[in-house]
């Protein structure tokens, strides 16, 4: 168990927006644990910095995914880093505009976010820029759409075999 050290959090806030101001737009407590917004544009500065400082020293990338507001017309991601030293967690998350979904990579500085920013890729449709290698790993190269977004449809729309009459459609 993780042993919540508000002064941990505010060290961190505090360092955050002083290094990059406006750019932190929100820093709020969620299930015990520090959740910062971040604009897009800094996205990868905000982690570079938070993994660099001698200080705090976020070490380890525990996730990294995407999400979906389909009510904003958004694709959000969200990183969850780990420092050992401090035995600290966190979680940023920045969003996107879903007409154009891009995002820098941090391959750069985890070299493991590689495979989290391809499924993130495949599943959401957003885009690392700087990243190695942005393929499909999960599905098949020709398929359409992103099958984690809302808008997805749950259903084969091809299949002339089904009676969805039975299921009260």
Not at 66 to 89: A, C, I, K, T, W
Not at 133 to 149: H, K, S, T, W
């Amino acid at each position: 168990m993780f042993e919540i050290i508000p002064e941990r959090n505010q060290l961190v806030v505090k360092k955050l927006t002083d290094c990059f101001g406006e750019s932190i737009e929100r820093s709020e407590v969620l299930a015990d644990m520090l959740c910062l917004t971040v604009k897009s544009a800094v996205i990868q500065e905000v982690i570079f910095f938070l993994h660099n400082d001698k200080e705090l020293q976020f070490n380890f990338l525990t996730t990294l995914c995407g999400m979906h507001y389909p009510d904003r017309e958004q694709l959000g991601v969200v990183y969850h880093l780990h420092s050992f030293e401090n035995n600290h967690r966190i979680r940023i998350k920045t969003e996107v505009p879903l007409s154009d979904p891009k995002l820098s990579t941090i391959t750069t500085i985890w070299p493991s976010a590689n495979w989290q920013e391809r499924e993130t890729f495949e599943f959401y449709g957003i885009i690392f820029e700087g990243h190695p290698n942005l393929q499909r790993i999960l599905n098949v190269d020709d398929m359409e759409g992103f099958p984690m977004r809302k808008d997805f449809p749950l259903e084969d729309q091809t299949r002339d075999d089904k009676d969805d009459s039975f299921f009260g459609r």
